[in-house]
């Protein structure tokens, strides 16, 4: 388990960062990485390690591994103690099952992985094979996004990239393909899993409808920063809304000049 220390205190990290910024309330949000690999070779799988049934086959993820927050858990609880409270799980053979390798917790003795397990693992098998490099996902309810997400006039996809790139240059250089918007589906359900496989094609960060965001990276420093800087440019909205005014924001000749200078960033 030792070489998957760093990549367990970075998703602790972020967890703290997620409670701390007011975005995971009570269990809300839920972390995962693909780790495949980054086991060292003399790493002891548990004698019985337990099964459990998938509702999906994951025949591309057979044999992979993945770190995920165990449901239930508070992000300030994954900080405090990430390893009660974040479990190693490998995808069997056949890809309709998966292993509890770790912690089978002492604390926490049936510990089972985040309730958007499926989700998690339809994207992560979508990135595994279209994006390769990101293997974190990180989902967490940032109010002031599913704040704009309740208006008919701000979740329109590209009036509300329009409005969060005219915030802060930051917001356009750093997140150029900007938010992907997922209209309500049910918390949980594979409908949500295949409407966030679609709007990923074009984006590493989705705003789910009514319900939160969605960031996938390569790591979870950088699933967070995504979002980190779209809540900044919603803030600096409603700041400006809440004051009395409508902010002017950047003009088209401003965000184009932007695009051309950031081009490879
Ligand atoms: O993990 O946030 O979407 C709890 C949730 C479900
Ligand atoms: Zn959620």
């Known amino acids: 388990m030792e070489s998957l220390k760093p990549t367990i205190e970075e998703i602790a990290s972020v967890a703290n960062y997620l409670w701390q910024k007011g975005w995971a309330e009570r269990n809300s949000g839920n972390i995962s990485a693909r ?3 980054m086991l060292s070779s003399g790493f002891q799988i548990s004698a019985s390690p337990d099964v459990s049934l998938l509702q999906e086959s994951f025949s591309r993820l057979a044999g992979d591994l993945f770190l995920v927050t165990g449901t239930g858990c508070r992000m300030r609880d994954v900080y405090q103690e990430p390893e009660d409270h974040i479990l190693l799980i490998r995808i069997t ?25 499926i989700s998690h693992l339809m994207i992560h098998q979508y990135l595994k094979e279209h994006k390769p490099a990101r293997k974190v996902i990180v989902h967490t309810h940032p109010s002031e996004l599913i704040a704009l997400s309740h208006s008919p006039v701000y979740k329109e996809e590209r009036v509300l990239n329009r409005l969060l790139w005219g915030m802060l240059p930051e917001t356009l250089i750093l997140v150029r393909e900007g938010l992907g918007v997922v209209p309500y589906r049910t918390t949980g359900s594979i ?22 965001c969605l960031a996938v990276a390569p ?22 809304l809440h004051a009395g005014y409508t902010p002017e924001g950047l003009t ?4 184009d000049e932007l695009r051309q200078r950031f081009n490879h960033t």
């Open 252 to 255: 088209d000749d401003q965000l």
């Open 35 to 37: 780790v495949t690999g």
């Open 191 to 212: 409908e949500l899993a295949r409407a966030s496989i679609r709007a990923l094609r074009d984006h590493d960060v989705l705003l789910w409808e009514k319900h939160g």
């Open 93 to 117: 053979t056949e890809g309709d099952r998966y292993e509890i390798l770790f912690p089978v917790s002492e604390k926490i003795p049936d510990l089972q992985p985040t309730s958007e397990l």
């Open 219 to 240: 790591s979870a420093t950088e699933a967070f920063d995504l979002i980190d800087i779209l809540v900044k440019s919603a803030d600096i909205l409603f700041k400006c």
